[in-house]
């Protein structure tokens, strides 16, 4: 399957102190009756969750809003760079989660983009 690409003009570093990822999602719990609580995989526990902010300027502004048209409003799954680790970047399968992004202005022609990423694993990125 083919996924469209983040544009390469756009930065991908998300903004300093905004990066966060929960590396794969909490298991199963069901309490017992007695005893330790049962925890369990469930099909898609290698997915994470990744909280992603960037300063755009103006410009990169009009690319950003061209790449969310291109993916129906971000609808689609897109590959894109991303730290797992908060070091190394590697080009992985996202898709956006918890609502549309966030736009906020700190400055004039300035623009905070914020939203929350599933980062799927390495093995669905195409090569």
Known sequence: MTYPTWPATLPYVSAAGDWQ???FRAPLQTDMEGGDTRLRRRPGDNVGTMR???FFKEAEMET???FVVATYNLTQRWVMPV???GRTYE???VQITDGPPTYTSPAAGIIR???TL???PAEMTPA
Do not use: G, K, T
């Open 113 to 115: 983009v914020s939203m």
């Open 83 to 85: 730290s797992v680790n």
């Open 91 to 93: 080009d992985r399968v």
């Open 52 to 54: 992603w902010s960037r």
């Open 118 to 120: 599933l980062v799927f």
């Open 64 to 66: 950003f809003e061209a």
């Open 21 to 23: 990822i929960q590396p």
